[in-house]
């Protein structure tokens, strides 16, 4: 579907010089003399190699058509993360680095959305609260109010985050997928 130079937003992925384009920054430029511009940065989706591109507000680019199904994680081996369809009980198997970090959030069963383009897996979505347990915290210390009030801390899954001096270890908390940061205490 092609779009015009000035709908890029952070996230799309773009069809460009005949390879798929995830966008990372845009930013809108109106210089005094000429035409105005946008000022793309984009990494490649199977190179992972970066490229800046500046298209002309009169352009247009082609936007990506992807496909999303819904899927249910099962587990993982060395390599992959294996998931099934609900409806058809197919099962796929995701590379870990296309996931990232934020597969250590996945627990079994847990629904998750997966982006396909030409029939490949190329990202998977979460959902946007998780529940995780705190493993181990430090002390929060009385008075400390003067530097910032949040403490490391270790997830159940491995990940570390900050919390409030209020969490202790063994507490439940939700956790933003998407910025692997706490919302709040269950």
């Known amino acids: 579907m092609k779009i015009n130079a000035g709908e890029i937003r952070i996230g799309m992925l773009l069809e460009y010089k005949n390879d798929l384009w995830q966008v990372l920054k845009t930013q809108h430029v109106k210089p005094g003399k000429g035409g105005a511009f946008a000022q793309v940065e984009m990494k490649s989706v199977g ?66 959305s997966v982006s396909f383009y030409n029939d490949n897996p190329i990202s998977v979505e979460l959902p946007n609260q998780v529940t995780c347990k705190i493993e181990t915290t430090d002390v929060a210390l009385k008075g400390q109010t003067v530097s910032s009030s949040y ?36």
């Open 47 to 112: 190179k992972n190699t970066k490229l800046n591109e500046r298209f002309r507000s009169s352009e247009t680019v082609e936007k990506a058509s992807l496909e999303e199904t819904d899927f249910n994680y099962l587990y993982d081996d060395e390599n992959n993360y294996i998931f099934m369809n609900p409806e058809t009980y197919d099962q796929i198997e995701i590379k870990k680095d296309i996931v990232g970090k934020k597969g250590k959030l996945m627990t079994e069963n847990l629904e998750v």
């Open 151 to 186: 403490k490391p801390a270790t997830l159940d899954n491995g990940l570390n985050i900050l919390v409030p001096p209020f969490i202790e270890s063994g507490d439940e908390v939700i956790i933003d997928t998407r910025t692997l940061e706490y919302i709040k205490k269950i």
